[in-house]
């Protein structure tokens, strides 16, 4: 009875119980999780926005992340995945980041960067941001606004963190910039030895496309020590060397065979599961004479491959945190596609000052009226 999901007992032989079974269908599997996302704006007295999004994810069989902007006027200024630039397409209203070079089950780190600006009325400012095709969690949203306003009534579908204490004011001039770009630049070459430790690894364990892909992100997250990115530029140039010689050593000798199709299908079988030993193995059948023409013949196949492929650069912008700090937090949002916003109401600043002052005129015109008005009455 160890099986047994329910037991029942009765006294009476010749009782009966009804039972009725409903089969419900299988839930649909994410395709990704979301497992971490900051969100920080800079917003301007005017309203305009500047905003950069992070996102942790452990990506499924998701191939195209889909992004929608707040509004349809916003523009989209860079796309980063796994420090490496991403061309996004879109479709109508929406961005669609490819994920192809990331494996299944693997995770990986998407950055954005949008301009917008935010919804304003009547001492109301609402700030929308964007819109994913997956559930959300652990959503931190950092706001700089204006720091000569009086914030209060927060709303949205996010909670402001200790709204009875908004009076942290930050400062940001070349000194603060100098030290986040080296911040950045420290965070980032730790990132690149820790994806080229992961890149050997995967080499060893003969994950060539794996170790490849690692090795692209080391170059990627790298290019601010010269040093740290001429040690993955050497173990990339290496590695893909070394897939380019097997696999003409494996097509010669397909050839030599006359044409073997299985000869074939078994070489390239070896460039994608290729382990150290096994490349000095094929290297070490072959002459002197014969590794420096199939070595010079696999590096020039590459630079011209480089060259015809290009790479795409974008600019990594510091965003000037200057103002107002607001934090806003939700641990989890189911709905894909929901809505993810704040709302808060402010007075004061260059406005307020343009009230009073027009207030002080007119009750300095209406007591000047009522002098006078006085005087004539006595005469």
């Known amino acids: 009875m160890s099986d047994a999901i329910l037991c029942y007992r009765t006294i009476q032989p010749d009782f009966a119980l009804p039972l009725s079974v409903t089969r419900h269908e299988s839930a649909q599997a994410l395709p990704a999780r979301v497992t971490e996302t900051r969100l920080v704006s800079v917003v301007s007295e005017d309203g305009r926005m500047l905003t950069q999004m992070s996102v942790r994810m452990n990506v499924g069989n998701l191939r195209f992340l889909k992004i929608r902007l707040p509004q349809t006027s916003d523009k989209l200024w860079s796309a980063f995945v796994n420090g490496k630039v991403a061309a996004p397409s879109r479709e109508g209203e929406q961005y669609r980041i490819p994920l192809e070079a990331v494996e299944v089950g693997e995770p990986a780190a998407v950055e954005l960067l949008y301009a917008g600006s935010a919804a304003d009325s009547w001492l109301t400012r609402r700030l929308e941001g964007p819109r994913l095709d997956l559930p959300l969690e652990d959503i931190q949203w950092t706001l700089y606004v204006m720091p000569n306003r009086f914030y209060y009534a927060f709303g949205g579908t996010l909670e402001c963190r200790d709204p009875g204490r908004i009076t942290k004011t930050a400062s940001f001039d070349a000194r603060d910039y100098r030290l986040n770009t080296q911040r950045q630049m420290d965070a980032d070459v730790e990132k690149a030895k820790n994806v080229m430790a992961l890149g050997e690894q995967y080499a060893r364990q003969g994950k060539q496309k794996l170790a490849r892909q690692s090795?692209?992100?080391?170059?990627?997250?790298?290019?601010?020590?010269?040093d740290v990115n001429e040690d993955a530029r050497i173990q990339y140039n290496n590695l893909i060397q070394q897939q380019a010689v097997v696999g003409l050593v494996g097509r010669r000798n397909a050839l030599r065979e006359g044409q073997n199709i299985q000869a074939e299908q078994q070489s390239a079988q070896a460039g994608q599961a290729l382990k150290p030993a096994q490349g000095a193995g094929a290297q070490a059948q072959l002459s002197a004479k014969e590794n420096d023409s199939l070595r010079s013949l696999s590096q020039k196949m590459l630079w011209q491959q480089e060259a015809a492929a290009g790479v795409a650069q974008a600019i990594r912008v510091t965003l000037p945190e200057h103002g107002r700090r607001l934090d806003f937090a939700r641990s989890l949002q189911?709905?894909?596609n929901?809505?993810?916003?704040?709302?808060?109401?402010?007075?004061?600043?260059a406005g307020a000052r343009r009230w009073l002052w027009l207030a002080f005129a007119l009750g300095f015109l209406a007591a000047w009226r009522f002098i006078i008005g006085r005087t004539l009455a006595r005469e």
Not at 215 to 226: C, F
Not at 338 to 349: I, Q, T
């Open 334 to 336: 189911v709905d894909p």
């Open 215 to 226: 090795l692209e992100s080391a170059l990627n997250y790298s290019k601010g020590r010269a």
């Open 338 to 349: 929901a809505d993810m916003a704040v709302e808060f109401k402010s007075f004061g600043g």
